[in-house]
């Protein structure tokens, strides 16, 4: 098998749940973003050293390559879909509510469109979670 038709064969297994790949895209990135910069939240402030840990960031990627993975593997799992999906969404809106708190409390409204882009996709997961292939519905 040529290196092109490998290619492609990946591309037809990633295009069966491609807002999966994207979200797991997505949620390593911002993982590492957040790993780079040791102080993006500065509130609360007690709770600096926690949200800004590398942990929560590390919990970030390896929940976007277990998204990544699950795309390749063929997406076949009900569990492993909703684990992922509901590790996307709680660490998504743990940062709907940072970002809101940094806008409401400390007036930093350049946080303002990330929170509606987060807000987007917590509701591309709660599609996701609704209509994906892997989800079996009792009749």
């Known amino acids: ?6 290619i492609k064969q990946l591309w ?4 069966l ?3 999966h790949l994207i979200l797991g895209l997505l949620l390593a990135s911002m993982g590492i973003v957040l790993l780079v910069n ?4 500065y509130w609360p402030p007690e709770w600096q050293w926690f949200f800004n840990n590398d942990l929560v960031d590390a919990f970030a990627i390896i929940v976007g390559i277990g998204l990544i993975a699950f795309v390749f ?3 076949k799992s009900q569990l492993a879909n909703a684990v992922l999906l509901a590790c996307s969404a709680f660490f998504l809106m743990m940062l709907v509510v940072l970002q ?3 806008v409401l409390v400390v007036h930093d409204y350049s946080r303002l469109l990330s929170i509606v882009a987060i807000v987007a996709w917590l509701l591309v997961i709660q599609y996701l979670a609704v209509f994906s292939k ?3 519905r009792r009749k």
């Open 1 to 6: 098998m040529t290196m092109w038709q490998e």
């Open 12 to 15: 037809q297994t990633a295009k």
């Open 17 to 19: 749940n491609l807002l």
């Open 38 to 41: 040791d102080s993006f939240f």
């Open 73 to 75: 593997a063929g997406g």
């Open 100 to 102: 809101l708190g940094h």
């Open 134 to 136: 892997t989800v079996k």
